[in-house]
């Protein structure tokens, strides 16, 4: 039975519009009430299951679990706020403690910050200041926050940066995207490769004035594009040579999405600088810029924030990380398993639509790509919404992504029992659409 928009879910869009400002709202009217597990309910009662762990923050399933529920609680018992930035906690430093842990050899200086694009202007900052430099690289499609440092850095879609300007100074690149290059998929790699080397740091910005280069390990927001595994090594490599550091944003794709801590992990290769948010808060604003420890310090006043390293947000994020930590080996056996299953099936589906073009991803982090015909490849968004709408109003959420891609990032939790009965949705709509 088709979704209905009842009364209750009525009213609070109406009053919505009246006082809230226009953000990012997707075209189904969800209106969250609660959730656990697999699934969330709106306020009407409606069930769901949710392919989208409320854009991958949710990683150890909704609403946390019991142990994340129980850590926040006896911490707003003792004391919510503790201005970590001012005073000493214990908290804070416990939680970065065990997180450099989570990362390769010479990692150990963190900045605790609220969201993903604190984050990623915390780390703006940082390589500018170790370096001396100001210039940055990015890449296209790629999406690191909305505050305008890292606004700079994105480049996915004109509104998020129309009017905005002027940013700081980045030039952008080509993301290798083997589904679009226009050859050898393999060859995409050196292909942007290039580009940096022939046309930025040889025609545009002298590469001593370069402090880092920014990227996603897979691109979120872009459209999930999963690059060459070869790739990030390339990159480390001209990195390397032109003393150029490296920012991987690892804020959608990592903690445990790929069924590695680091989604970079999959390629291996490492990089300077690491940000974390999301997943990372266990279901509070909590964000994490970690830089290798022999690159220095910040001089005292240089930055610093009043919420950063909140009491209650670490007390979950520690709960949340020691669980990951206790339960590492099967939680990676299991991510790799369904992720995996659901490759399987939504391969197959691929093979039997027309206007499914690609799929892609790595763990649970999978992007299905929405074309006009296999052969020209031209993107079908208004197809990819018209399936995103129906799963919702079947009793499934899913996210677009990109220009006419969509994610499948349920929480890394989920049980097969959901996985089977939100592709058979998922499947459901994807027939009833075509063509």
Not at 256 to 280: E, I
Not at 378 to 386: F, G, I, L, N, W
Request: proline share 5%; with cysteine.
């Amino acid at each position: 039975m088709a979704f209905k928009i009842g009364p209750k879910i009525k009213n609070v869009i109406k009053r919505d519009s009246r006082v809230i400002f226009t953000t990012t709202r997707e075209a189904f009217p969800f209106v969250a009430d609660h959730g656990n597990g697999d699934f969330i309910f709106d306020i009407e009662g409606n069930k769901f299951i949710d392919f989208s762990s409320f854009v991958s923050c949710y990683n150890l399933g909704i609403n946390g679990n019991a142990q994340i529920r129980t850590a926040a609680k006896k911490q707003i018992d003792r004391l919510m706020h503790g201005m970590f930035m001012d005073y000493y906690e214990a908290s804070p430093v416990a939680l970065a403690e065990k997180l450099v842990k989570m990362l390769p050899p010479g990692f150990g200086r963190v900045f605790f910050s609220n969201s993903g694009t604190e984050a990623n202007e915390d780390a703006i900052k940082l390589v500018k200041l170790f370096t001396k430099r100001r210039h940055i690289i990015g890449f296209y499609g790629a999406f690191h926050g909305r505050s305008l440092g890292s606004l700079a850095l994105t480049a996915s879609k004109t509104p998020h940066r129309a009017h905005f300007g002027p940013f700081v100074n980045v030039s952008h690149v080509p993301y290798p995207d083997p589904y679009r290059f226009n050859g050898d998929p393999e060859e995409c790699s050196q292909a942007s490769i290039d580009f940096i080397e022939e046309n930025i740091l040889g025609r545009t910005v002298p590469q001593e004035e370069v402090a880092a280069i920014f990227f996603e390990p897979i691109q979120g927001e872009g459209g999930y594009v999963v690059p060459p595994r070869g790739f990030f090594k390339q990159l480390r490599k001209l990195a390397n040579e032109h003393g150029i550091l490296l920012v991987d944003d690892e804020i959608q794709a990592g903690y445990m999405r790929t069924g590695k801590f680091l989604a970079l992990d999959n390629f291996g290769a490492t990089a300077d600088v690491y940000t974390f948010a999301k997943s990372f808060g266990a279901g509070f604003p909590l964000a994490a810029t970690v830089a290798r420890r022999s690159l220095g310090d910040t001089p005292s006043g240089a930055h610093a924030g009043t919420f950063g390293g909140n009491l209650v947000a670490t007390a979950a994020a520690t709960a949340s990380l020691d669980y990951l930590r206790r339960n590492m080996r099967s939680m990676q056996h299991g991510i790799v398993r369904k992720g995996a299953k659901i490759m399987k099936r939504m391969n197959e589906i691929k093979d039997e639509y027309e206007y499914v073009g690609d799929v892609r991803g790595i763990g649970l982090m999978i992007g299905v790509e929405f074309v006009k015909s296999k052969e020209r490849k031209e993107y079908a968004t208004k197809e990819r919404d018209k399936v995103v709408m129906d799963c919702f109003q079947k009793g499934l959420v899913v996210l677009p992504a990109g220009r006419s891609a969509m994610r499948i990032i349920p929480p890394l939790t989920v049980s097969d029992s959901s996985i089977d009965k939100g592709l058979d949705i998922l499947e459901e709509a994807i027939k009833s659409n075509s063509k």
